[in-house]
């Protein structure tokens, strides 16, 4: 935790234990995969970020969203010096820095850092200049050629060295770039693109004659016959691709190779395939309340006043997530909940068999930490 | 009669946009509009209107011009019906008319619906008009420039993604003096409700963002803010007729609070906003209401005075008149709970005439004002209606709970010297409420 000193200073307080050094400020505070924490911190009206109680030597105007490799050894963050915009990995910044950078991601292997960026000077209501594109993907600071009017949601493929991008080629065509190469095809709207971890295939959810169908490698893949599509996800062998749809106005579900499952609810979230096998589950709500989870097309019994994203087990077998009801919350596994309610529960963690769930939760002013085999789950 | 023609104003975005039409494109682009997004909707509206012109009087335009050529119904006749009597087969100067009339000349305000004998909604009319004029390139400059800010930062001031935390950092740090231990709580996963704001605050207003701040510390509620991009919630796509942006920004506001796994979201004092976020975006994105309940600053101090969190030292003394705003009277119906708020915080409150769902527009919203410079004038002579009525009142200070509002409003009274100051009710629960000594 963030600890207020006298004079007035901050500095971290881990497990009762203060950092020796001291900041003007101090914020974000986040453990690295890998265990190490880190904190945003002011000195001397510059900004940095401090890993273990060691700030990075470079300096900049402003340090914010703190990110890491899927490891925890490689840590980077969004910089703004002298106001420029660009990453900072491990302390070292972009060689070129933007006019504006945002939207930033990581990839899990760590080797690389995308952010959509402004490439052209824009004067004060310059509409002009904004029609004919001042926007681009940089990765590892170096942009793209290809510059478009609008550049959204950038995502590395799991090796992370491919990046897609929906694109807009003018206010009225939206398509999806991939490493910078524009797709043909033109669609009213485009939602963000998402790599088959197994093919290295762009899905991305798109918009024609008034309908959403799903595109894949700049060709229609699900016809367009949805209110809406959104937050696709492959299975982790890349055989199935799912999305979050909606059927008719107001009604939402999971549609898994462009079949619909036979449920739906007014609000669907949480889109969550299982890191084996070809599973996917998603959270239901009715506008966020009476929350219910929804597992392979079938809805467990729980209504919940608030439910949390959905963790699986690595093979796939077992689903737990965090809910809450009535001001108390749980971990529930495979539908049923854990005996104790507390305060507040974090983000269930399974073994890696599957077999034992971690509980990290508060209750009473104190911390718990609860390993549990799924069989204790019976509520 | 005069016609739009006869008033026309130069502006770059709308010369630019129509030097590119053809009467051929035109026309293609309306079709594929009326066959693919209006329904029967607009059919019926274009079919049972007798043009009684019951809607005259409901306009503030027409009310301060008395110029027929202003009535909600010849609006409708020198644009939609124009279109739809060529088969939107029009010379592209058809269409620079119709962007004026439909941008700067209607504030979408649905006043005339009220008084319309056949209920038909102008506001969505004009809408239509717009999203045409969008699709054709045909957009007023300045609010074709918010709408790029959108696009590009998710908020409408082109706020970068370092301002906004280091905003309420710096607004947490003022705050400490007046009351030690305030916190702006940034992405607090399960607070009882998310606030966001629009993006003039941080780029220019952000006392009042301090005054939430401390009102919400007093209080003692349970609340955070987003330090990424979805805490604007305002939206000039909406009113660019640029839906696909719209849909963008509303989405990522929206899936802003589903991460939090807020409760509910309590939007500060803005209108469009409201009606962005409670009516119209999360309705093109689907859901049939909203995602996640929306709650706006009326209604949430409402709450808080219900609840009594809210204490105050001394009530206003000077008399005050209340203005309401169109999205969130006519719109959602806070009339009584904006009075109760009012009456709460004000000793002498002086209703102006008329009031309530039947009062006049500020003539700033449906995003006239953000169409720029170039329309100012026309906008603030537009509703000299607007300045009879509140000069009726005599006072001096008047509540409107509404950015868009404050910002017409303190240009009519600028330019009628009426000697009034407009107040948030954030404004005058600051000044009012309990502080630490």
């Not at chain 1, 703004?80 to 660009?86: A, H, M, R, S």
């Not at chain 1, 971890?197 to 991305?204: F, H, N, S």
């Not at chain 1, 490698?217 to 699900?222: K, L, S, V």
């Not at chain 1, 104790?340 to 508060?362: E, T």
């Amino acid at each position: 935790m963030v600890a207020a000193l006298e004079g007035p200073a901050f500095t971290m307080a881990v497990n009762g234990e203060a950092w020796e050094t001291t900041f003007d400020k101090a914020w974000y505070p986040r453990f690295s995969p890998d265990g190490r924490l880190t904190v945003l911190v002011q000195a001397d009206g510059d900004w940095t970020l401090a890993v273990d109680d060691v700030a990075w030597e470079e300096q900049y105007g402003y340090v914010w969203n703190t990110m890491f490799s899927a490891s925890g050894d490689i840590i980077a963050a969004c910089i703004q010096q002298d106001g420029e915009y660009g990453f900072s990995i491990d302390g070292t910044p972009w060689e070129t820095l933007f006019e504006n950078a945002n939207q930033p991601v990581f990839s899990k292997a760590g080797n690389a850092a995308a952010a959509v960026v402004q490439v052209k000077s824009l004067a004060q209501a310059d509409i002009a200049t904004f029609q004919e594109g001042i926007f681009s993907v940089a990765v590892n600071g170096e942009a793209w050629d290809s510059i478009f009017v609008n550049c959204w949601n950038p995502v590395f493929d799991p090796a992370g060295k491919n990046v897609a991008a929906t694109i807009r080629r003018s206010l009225y065509d939206y398509s999806v770039a991939v490493n910078g190469k524009a797709w043909t095809g033109s669609y009213a709207c485009a939602w963000a693109p998402a790599f088959n971890p197994a093919t290295g295939a762009v899905a991305a959810p798109v918009r024609k004659a008034g309908a959403w169908g799903m595109a894949i490698d700049d060709a229609m893949a699900w016809e367009p016959r949805f209110g809406q599509l959104w937050q696709q996800a492959f299975s982790p062998d890349g055989s199935k691709l799912a999305a979050i749809a909606c059927t008719r106005f107001g009604e939402f579900t999971v549609a898994v190779d462009g079949t619909p499952w036979g449920v739906s609810f007014p609000v669907v979230t949480d889109l969550t395939p299982s890191p084996a096998g070809a599973r996917f589950a998603a959270l239901a709500s009715e506008h966020n309340t009476n929350f219910a989870v929804l597992c392979d097309g079938k809805v467990w019994d729980g209504r919940y006043d608030m439910a949390y994203a959905p963790v699986w087990s690595a093979d796939g077998a077992h689903l737990a997530l965090a809910v809450e009801k009535a001001g108390r919350q749980t971990i529930v596994v495979n539908g049923k909940a854990y005996p104790q309610s507390f305060d507040k529960c974090y983000a269930p963690a399974f073994s890696p068999d599957g077999k034992l769930v971690l509980i990290r939760a508060l209750a009473g002013g104190k911390c718990h930490r609860i390993v549990a085999p799924v069989t204790a789950f019976t509520g | 009669m005069k016609t739009i023609a006869d008033r026309l104003i130069e502006d770059e975005g709308l010369r630019r946009g129509v030097g590119r039409l053809t009467p051929e494109k035109i026309q293609k682009v309306f079709k594929e509009l009326v066959a693919g997004e209006c329904g029967a909707r607009m059919k019926t509206y274009m079919e049972t209107c007798v043009r009684c012109g019951m809607c005259a009087k409901a306009c503030h335009y027409y009310m301060s011009h008395k110029d027929p050529s202003y009535t909600p119904v010849a609006k409708v006749s020198q644009t939609m019906w124009r279109l739809f009597d060529a088969d939107g087969k029009v010379d592209p100067e058809v269409i620079y008319q119709c962007a004026q009339v439909a941008y700067t000349e209607c504030n979408l305000c649905r006043r005339c619906i009220h008084y319309c004998p056949l209920g038909i909604d102008t506001g969505y009319i004009i809408s239509v008009v717009r999203r045409l004029c969008h699709k054709l390139g045909v957009t007023p400059q300045y609010i074709q420039d918010t709408a790029h800010s959108h696009s590009a930062t998710m908020n409408q001031m082109w706020v970068k993604d370092d301002e906004w935390p280091d905003t309420l950092q710096w607004q947490e740090e003022e705050s400490r003096e007046e009351f030690p231990g305030l916190r702006i709580p940034l992405d607090v996963e399960g607070a009882d409700f998310m606030y966001s704001v629009i993006a003039p605050e941080p780029k220019f207003r952000t006392q009042l963002i301090y005054q939430a701040a401390a009102i919400f510390h007093a209080a003692g509620v349970s609340w955070t803010m987003p330090s990424t991009p979805g805490w604007d919630n305002s939206n000039m796509a909406m009113f660019s007729g640029d839906s696909e942006i719209m849909a963008r920004v509303e989405r990522a506001h929206y899936e802003t609070a589903q991460r939090l796994r807020v409760k509910r979201i309590v939007m500060g004092e803005c209108g469009h906003a409201f009606r962005a976020v409670y009516d119209v975006a999360n309705r093109w994105l689907g859901w049939k209401y909203h995602p996640v309940p929306v709650v706006h600053s009326v209604e949430f101090f409402w709450e808080l005075i219900q609840q009594g969190r809210i204490k105050l030292t001394h009530k206003y003394a000077d008399p005050v008149t209340i203005h309401d705003p169109c999205n969130i009277i006519r719109g959602r119906g806070l009339m009584d709970k904006l009075r109760e708020v009012v009456h709460f915080l004000c000793e002498n409150v002086v209703e102006m005439s008329p009031n309530r769902e039947h009062n006049y527009c500020c003539c700033a919203g449906g995003g006239v004002i953000n169409c720029g410079p170039p329309f100012k004038n026309v906008r603030i002579v537009g509703n000299s209606i607007k300045a009879e009525q509140l000069k009726a009142t005599g006072v001096h200070t008047l509540v409107a709970p509404c950015h868009n509002c404050h910002g017409g409003l303190e240009d009519i009274i600028s330019k009628f010297g009426l000697n009034m100051h407009t107040k948030f009710l954030g404004d005058l629960i600051y000044e009012l409420m309990e502080k630490p000594e």
